[in-house]
């Protein structure tokens, strides 16, 4: 009887991991419905990947997504865990809090009586006011202090409700627009979460590998036109004191490429941050990446009409990578795409034929049928993944090739710019050789494909990570 | 690659036995051990895994002179000297070169390039079930391997590679040429490798999370209590993530048919230190017993020596466990303490009630992983500094710092229970039909908890690298 339980027991336990194995490697999925994300996929075994270990790393991530229900186990953990945390934490801090709500209360009556008090004395200094002149003066000093005000108490409020769901008087808000840090370490300039700034000085050394890099390649391929593309971001400029990295100039000065050939998404001002980029992620948004993309068109094609945005559509909310994995995770943001006319293209991803890249028109048409707006979208999943290799062909374009080698800015742009092109690659080095089994040359790749011209396009982590330099 | 990771489950080990069952020669069986063995190391170290074959290669020809010299003692001997010079010469250079050329610069300024290496995984646990090889076969207590495949089984078998017990030739000499696999040890092997596997995926990672998120953060906001707790948390990670593995190794042992020796018996019950380290991975307190304090002259000595004899083991121990000072005055720490029991303190906690000899043992071992976690000599002032004479706990500056914590703290509790020796209530469930059902219905919901936690979170903290 013993022998019998326990070999039931044995073999039950072999099979379940053997049909989990087979299950992940024959029959894999797509798409992660609960990340809203392309799911991983067993990299090929050969000796190179085994030998550096993208073999291995992609196994393991491969698993975490293919296995029967690893996203409900994925779930169920992490809903267990906010449920016990956040339970936990509102019992440990409802004496708290209830006692910050007291002062909060007592507070806004302090502030109201101050306020009407300030009234009166501002009703009281225009009655006494001897012209005009001083008289607009005044009301004019009025007017920019009470705008002011309400900037602050709305900057307040947005902290309160959203970014930081802790003991609310530990945060430091100014009113002065200063970076200020969440205990989690993560750096809030209004109500953006931030990277910390990066200059030159402590990035150059690894830019100059990639020059060098850039360099030869332009050198070795003078029947290739080039062009490069660096996108700023809040690392690049310091809004509070509006120190700038010097990166793009450094990039500017340094590639050996034409002026009009080497172009930059620039960033002046935190409004124009604010209107171009995710509150909660490091991508660009909706608005920035169009602003992008007419640039990148207007560098290669000059003259060429663009894509016109037709209908903005919200669809859903966006806790983003800078949100994730700290004490922000609450923080959520509504995200909205653009839709465009796009002309049909062929897309082959990776070597295998797809129907679509990105499921912006999917997550549109899925709100147009009524249905509920996502509640965690992902800019992967929206725009598209991390292709290691993306190809788009385009019957209707006369315009030639181009290869595009970027990081997940270009994402964005991939769909925009196919149709201007008669083809359109975008290789990823990070993930070509993992997803498509073959290592990346330059030289026989633009030689292969026929390339007439190749942009170099993405923020300062793709000019300074050794996984982007050419080889 | 490690036991707790979804490769290791999936594809590892449910292949391994696939192909290990489907043959029915122990030599093929051994083959497949071998290849699948290796496979294992060279998962995370695809390059290191010929270094280990070349040591193996050195012990196994040094074992064959050391067999074929035995009519000439002189030449033997020095068989045997070269033999464990180069193994020791190998964990020397990898693990040691780097610290030994710091300190000479430290010392005389910077006259020396310090070499970076990587260190190999496992290198520490390997040298020392070779050098137990090449000791016993000198000593006479082995017979010779002439088999290198077989050997190169017993050093790399993937149970035992990277985080021990250090298996001696002597227990696995027979079993790898004749060992017998029966389902109810099959079964047996599979219930103390979930066992295993849940000590680490739940507790010891549910703790280490704690220490992590108080070590990293602001000690004013922390204060005294936490750190303690961190301390008494990281105590728990290092208990039950080390004893896991061992649970692990010596469950999968015995699913192909190897029965390793325990490695850990509920280190904290003890009431001394002298018991502390009875209890607490014997592979390496015997090891350190049977290949240097004995010959040393151990404690048949005069007291001067024995302290010196004392003092070796202790520094060497603490060296073992990594290339730092911290972990040598760590070993310092318990010599001394060891000493001083063994002279003076002993005897007076054995008059004491075992409550109180208890928490003065648990005292001292916390304070000691706390000399052995903080590498770095400001965190460690810091660390003792808040411990002792740290402000006060401030709950919600606490919760606001990181809310991770409450979930860091759940496990605590858990930790504490589970270090007494309450899984034996379960083994004797285990001797009846019924019981045995629920005991493996038991194991297969722990199995899939655990498989649940690995999805769920990704962390998964190694603590090996340095050995």
């Known amino acids: 009887m013993k022998t019998a339980v326990n070999a039931v027991f044995a073999a039950g336990v072999l099979t379940a991991l053997l049909t989990g194995l087979g299950k992940a490697a024959l029959l894999p999925e797509d798409i992660n419905e609960y990340e809203n994300r392309y799911m991983e996929q067993f990299a090929p075994l050969t000796v190179e990947s085994y030998l550096d270990g993208t073999f291995q790393e992609q196994a393991e991530k491969a698993l975490a997504d293919q296995l029967p229900w690893a996203i409900d186990a994925k779930k169920s953990y992490n809903t267990a865990v906010s449920g016990f945390t956040g339970s936990v934490f509102d019992a440990l801090t409802r004496g708290y809090r209830e006692a910050a709500a007291a002062e909060d209360a007592r507070r806004l009556e302090e502030e109201k009586k101050a306020e009407e008090e300030r009234l009166a004395a501002e009703e009281k200094a225009l009655q006494e006011a001897k012209d005009a002149e001083e008289k607009a003066a005044l009301e004019a000093k009025l007017e920019a202090e009470r705008q002011a005000r309400e900037a602050e108490i709305r900057l307040q409020n947005e902290l309160s409700r959203g970014i930081y769901r802790g003991v609310r008087n530990e945060v430091k808000v100014d009113s002065a627009e200063r970076y200020f840090t969440l205990p989690s370490g993560r750096l809030v300039y209004k109500e953006h979460l931030m990277y910390e700034n990066r200059f030159l000085a402590g990035e150059q050394k690894k830019l100059d590998d990639h020059i060098e890099a850039i360099n030869s390649m332009v050198e070795r391929h003078p029947e290739i036109t080039f062009y490069t593309y660096y996108i700023e971001k809040e690392t690049d400029v310091n809004f509070q004191t509006g120190e700038r990295s010097g990166i793009f100039e450094y990039l500017h000065d340094n590639i050996d490429l034409p002026d009009e050939n080497k172009r930059g998404f620039l960033i002046d001002r935190f409004s124009d941050f604010d209107a171009w980029f995710f509150k909660t992620d490091h991508h660009w948004c909706g608005t920035g990446s169009y602003r992008g993309y007419t640039q990148v068109l207007d560098m290669i094609l000059p003259g060429e009409a663009p894509l016109e945005p037709l209908e903005y559509t919200e669809i859903g909310k966006l806790s983003g990578s800078k949100a994730t994995g700290t004490d922000t995770e609450r923080y959520t943001e509504t995200v909205g795409v653009w839709s465009y006319d796009f002309k049909p293209v062929t897309i082959t991803l990776n070597g295998e034929k797809s129907s679509e890249y990105g499921r912006q028109l999917a997550y549109i048409q899925r709100i147009k049928d009524g249905g509920t707006p996502l509640e965690n979208a992902k800019y992967g999943a929206v725009y598209g993944p991390d292709s290691g290799e993306a190809k788009f062909e385009n019957p209707e374009s006369d315009n030639g090739s181009i290869l595009i080698l970027g990081e997940s800015y270009d994402n964005a742009l991939l769909m925009l710019l196919s149709q201007h092109f008669s083809k359109l690659y975008s290789v990823d080095l990070r993930n070509y050789k993992a997803q498509t089994g073959k290592v990346f040359s330059f030289d026989s790749y633009v030689k292969e494909h026929g390339i007439d011209r190749v942009l170099l396009i993405g923020n300062l982590d793709y000019y300074v990570l050794q996984a982007f330099i050419l080889k | ?467």
């Open chain 2, 1 to 467: 690659m490690v036991f707790s990771s979804l490769p290791f489950l999936f594809i590892f080990i449910s292949l391994t036995c696939l192909f290990y069952f489907a043959f029915r020669s122990l030599r093929w069986r051994n083959g497949v051990l071998l290849f699948a063995s290796l496979v294992f190391y060279s998962w995370g170290e695809p390059r290191l895994v010929l270094l280990m074959a070349l040591v193996v290669l050195a012990a196994w020809a040094g074992g064959l002179g050391i067999d074929a010299l035995k009519d000439r003692p002189k030449a033997r001997r020095a068989c045997f000297i070269a033999t464990v010079f180069l193994i020791t010469l190998n964990l020397a250079v990898f693990k040691y070169l780097g610290f030994l050329v710091s300190n000479i610069n430290g010392i005389f300024g910077p006259v020396l390039t310090v070499p970076v290496i990587e260190l190999p995984i496992g290198i520490s646990f390997y040298t020392f079930q070779i050098l137990s090889y090449v000791i016993d076969l000198y000593k006479g207590n082995v017979g010779v391997q002439k088999s290198f495949p077989r050997l190169l089984l017993y050093v790399s078998f993937f149970p035992q590679l990277i985080a021990g017990p250090i298996v001696r030739y002597s227990t696995v000499e027979s079993e790898i040429g004749r060992r017998k696999e029966d389902v109810n040890e099959i079964a047996w092997g599979l219930r103390r490798f979930i066992t295993g596997l849940a000590k680490k995926v739940i507790i010891s990672n549910g703790v280490a999370r704690f220490a992590e998120i108080v070590y990293a953060g602001d000690p004013q906001v922390y204060g005294r209590l936490m750190y303690w707790l961190a301390a008494i948390a990281y105590s728990l990670q290092l208990y039950f993530d080390f004893s896991g593995y061992s649970d692990m190794a010596i469950g999968l042992g015995r699913i192909f048919g190897f029965h390793f020796l325990e490695n850990f018996d509920h280190p904290y019950v003890s009431c001394s230190i002298t018991e502390f380290w009875r209890r607490w991975h014997i592979s390496l307190s015997t090891w350190f017993r049977d290949y240097i304090y004995i010959p040393l002259g151990g404690s048949r000595v005069s007291r001067g020596r024995w302290f010196f004899n004392i003092m070796v083991v202790w520094s060497l121990t603490g060296l073992w466990h990594g290339a730092s000072w911290n972990f040598v005055f760590w070993g310092l720490y318990y010599g001394l303490l060891l000493a001083l029991e063994k002279l003076v303190t002993g005897r007076l906690m054995a008059k004491l009630p075992r409550p109180v000899s208890w928490l003065i043992t648990m005292f001292i071992v916390i304070l000691g992983w706390t000399l052995f976690d903080l590498t770095d000599p400001a965190a460690l002032s810091t660390a003792l500094r808040t411990m002792f004479a740290g402000g006060p706990f401030r709950p919600m500056d606490v919760l606001a710092a990181n809310t991770g914590i409450i979930e860091g703290a759940f496990y605590i509790p858990l930790g504490l229970i589970f270090m007494f020796p309450v899984g034996k209530l379960f083994k004797r469930i285990e001797s009846s039909a019924p019981g045995l059902i629920l005991a493996n219905l038991w194991s297969a919901a722990l199995l899939i908890l655990c498989c649940v936690y690995m999805f769920g979170s990704s962390f998964n903290p190694f603590i090996y690298f340095r050995f």
